[in-house]
């Protein structure tokens, strides 16, 4: 056995890539699970009114605007099946699952680049700027994963008058918009009430823990999209246990207040303490992560990976996400002793 398995073993694997909220499953899911797992034996309620309810009361948005689905990537491919746009404009670096889902429907993809130099902060005046007449759709991600940034309210709504003037769809992915501090008044839910042109789109995987229960949903005021969503997909597609644990969860506030708190402690921490190293330059964030330039002309993301990898630290390279290059990696933050670990590891090579 050599050196590199023998340290491993002394180590607990941490993804520090996957975005997760370090405090893990929510009680509440595990309960809701615990004490309806006979409803297997029956097929769901094609109304999902519980589920529903819950949804609306948590975003604040009218019942008949929630539409449900098996994930994000299953919502944004019934918004492509809906609206099945010829060409797209993303932003870049951003979420790849865009361009990887959009491909299958012969999609135009145009790129909206950040800029380093600006600390990948997205210009919304520009942003503007650049949407052309023959564009279908624009799909933007608030906080933009992998930087980090939050968009303000103001410029998103600025951005939603231009796509409607335009007749551009919009697509706001909130992700990650619970991890932002005060995301109430980032949220672009209150536009849905004046546009037509716009969804938001949310997934429970990253803040409630929860992917492997499949649920997201978006929110949407146009009637005539949600009729011809409501016939084209499956009734009963969200599980029964999934149904109910979700119900369950919205209502969790203990849970939710106290994710917030750990992680807006844990990112200024983290950020403060790596912040003192002159061989990386740290892309402030605003979510639950943080993207990382490595500054040395001798030290790629491979090299950094592994060496965390010998620790049990699992980071995520960023070499093949468009916009970056092997020069930059992406950590999330978890519990206090896992983060001390992790900044202390990636400090001894960078």
Request: net charge negative; with cysteine; proline share 4%.
């Amino acid at each position: 056995m050599n050196t590199s398995q023998l340290r491993i073993a002394q180590y607990e694997t941490v993804l520090f890539n996957a975005n997760l909220n370090p405090k893990g499953i929510p009680n509440s899911v595990r309960n809701a699970i615990k004490e309806n797992i006979d409803t297997i034996v029956k097929y769901p309620d094609i109304y999902y009114t519980k589920l529903k309810t819950a949804v609306s009361s948590y975003v604040d948005a009218p019942l008949e605007n929630i539409i449900m689905g098996n994930g994000s990537t299953d919502l944004l491919k019934l918004y492509a099946t809906l609206l099945s746009p010829k060409k797209v404009m993303v932003i870049s670096p951003g979420p790849s699952e865009y361009a990887n889902v959009l491909s299958a429907y012969d999609t135009e993809m145009v790129y909206f680049n950040l800029l380093e130099e600006e600390e990948f902060t997205l210009d919304v005046h520009k942003l503007s700027a650049a949407l052309t007449d023959d564009l279908d759709m624009l799909i933007i991600a608030n906080p933009n994963n992998p930087t980090s940034k939050k968009i303000t309210h103001a410029d998103m709504k600025s951005l939603a008058e231009v796509c409607e003037a335009k007749d551009i769809f919009l697509i706001i992915d909130e992700m990650y918009i619970e991890f932002i501090d005060d995301y109430l008044d980032y949220t672009a839910v209150p536009l849905t009430k004046e546009y037509e042109n716009l969804a938001v789109i949310r997934s429970v995987s990253k803040f409630f823990a929860v992917p492997g229960l499949r649920f997201a949903y978006a929110v949407m005021n146009n009637p005539s999209y949600k009729d011809t969503i409501d016939r084209i997909t499956t009734k009963n597609n969200i599980a029964s246990l999934t149904a109910i644990a979700i119900t369950e969860m919205f209502k969790d506030q203990d849970y939710i207040e106290e994710s917030q708190s750990i992680v807006h402690t844990e990112r200024s921490l983290v950020y403060l303490a790596m912040s003192t190293s002159k061989t990386i330059k740290l892309i402030k964030p605003d979510a639950n992560f943080m993207l990382v330039k490595l500054l040395k002309d001798d030290i790629t993301s491979s090299d950094v990976a592994a060496h965390c990898n010998q620790r049990g630290i699992i980071i995520r390279k960023c070499d093949d996400i468009r916009g970056l290059s092997n020069k930059y990696i992406r950590i999330c933050f978890m519990n206090p002793k896992q983060n001390d670990l992790m900044v202390n590891t990636i400090l001894e090579i960078v």
